[in-house]
């Protein structure tokens, strides 16, 4: 019982701890905020220098990245690639702040969707929307799509909540104050159940470029020069409710200013192959970074999960991923 005072103790002092950080959060950016743009963009410039020139930010991982993605290229050309990352990077980062106090107006004009009434078109037929995208360009400013569908489409996006409470609870009110709403990647699956059951088609957004962990490793794909393990769950889902899928390519017209094209895949995901849908998705990302390499997450350790640790370590049976008892010994 004094254990178990404690730990309920424990957790009622970390929330509130992590209340009063997000308070302390909430004070400091949204002041910030308020800011014009060419205030922020002088900040991104001295975070440019403070990240690349002087703490040197995931430069190790950056460079390795880009001279494995890009083999082809000259030693100037990837220091260019990668000066113009970290400078993107710290706009990204300007931007996301920004976007706690921008007005639905300025957004419209500043991240223009092209081609929405092709998703209006299918939410009307009665059938729901998938969009891949990348984390690519500003990928958070995306939470503006119902800005630029039929008023009252239930649009949500997928994401990871962080560890950090007090940030996850910003970043919430950040991602949600264009009417999109964020689905905790653990309650996809009821969330979609849930608007199906109902009948309401929605748009939902899948960011699926991320690393998968070992045991959802399914599926691998030929991307940017590298054996890729990918995620995919978004395919699963897509087929399994047979929503219409779309891929958004984003373009920077220049700083903060983007275009978002929505480019049709399928209406009928169930008539492909398994996984098609995943590997059409990784060659139209592919496409992309490769028009515009500058704007993809560069310091992100994408390609730290080889094809031989995994088949040295794991099996798969019964379509399930268990790890393998010899491995379990040696590891």
Same mark, same amino acid.
């Given at each position: 019982m004094l254990? *178990?005072?404690?730990?309920?103790?424990?957790a009622a002092l970390n929330l509130l701890l992590m209340k009063i950080l997000y308070y302390l959060l909430l004070a400091v950016c949204y002041p910030i905020s308020l800011l014009p743009f060419w205030v922020h963009y002088l900040f991104a410039d001295v975070l440019y220098l403070l990240i690349y020139h002087v703490g040197r930010y995931r430069l190790k991982v950056v460079r390795k990245n880009l001279k494995?993605?890009?083999? %082809?290229?000259s030693a100037e050309e990837l220091r260019r690639i990668e000066k113009d990352? !970290? /400078?993107?990077?710290? #706009? !990204?980062?300007?931007e996301t702040v920004k976007l706690m106090t921008m007005s639905r107006k300025e957004m419209k004009r500043r991240m223009?969707?092209?081609? +929405? %009434?092709?998703? #209006?078109?299918?939410?009307?037929?009665? /059938?729901?929307?998938? *969009?891949? *995208?990348g984390h690519f360009c500003n990928w958070e400013w995306v939470s503006s799509i +119902?800005?630029?569908?039929? +008023?009252d489409t239930w649009c949500g996006q997928i994401y990871h909540p962080l560890e950090n409470k007090a940030f996850d609870k910003l970043f919430l009110l950040?991602? %949600?104050? =264009? #009417?999109?709403?964020?689905?905790? =990647? /653990? #309650?996809?699956?009821r969330e979609i159940v849930k608007h199906h059951r109902e009948k309401e088609p929605v748009i939902i957004g899948y960011i699926s470029d991320q690393k998968p962990n070992w045991f959802n490793i399914h599926h691998w794909v030929d991307f940017l020069h590298h054996d890729t393990p990918v995620l995919t769950g978004a395919e699963r889902i897509l087929r399994k409710f047979n929503h219409a899928v779309f891929y958004l390519e984003i373009h920077r017209v220049r700083r903060g200013y983007y275009e978002a094209e929505i480019k049709f895949i399928t209406r009928e995901p169930q008539q492909l192959e398994e996984y098609a849908l995943t590997t059409i998705y990784y060659q139209m990302l592919e496409e992309s970074i490769r028009k515009a390499p500058a704007y993809w997450l560069w310091s992100h350790d994408r390609w730290s999960r080889t094809r031989e %640790?995994?088949?040295r370590r794991f099996e798969v049976v019964d379509g399930k991923v268990i790890k393998k008892q010899e491995a379990t010994k040696k590891d």
């Open positions: 254990i *178990l005072h404690e730990l309920t103790t424990f494995s993605a890009f083999p %082809e290229k990352f !970290y /400078q993107w990077f710290c #706009d !990204y980062l300007a223009v969707f092209k081609n +929405p %009434e092709a998703l #209006d078109e299918v939410v009307a037929s009665g /059938q729901s929307v998938g *969009l891949y *995208l +119902p800005l630029w569908v039929k +008023p950040i991602r %949600e104050r =264009m #009417d999109a709403h964020c689905i905790a =990647m /653990q #309650d996809t699956l %640790e995994f088949v």
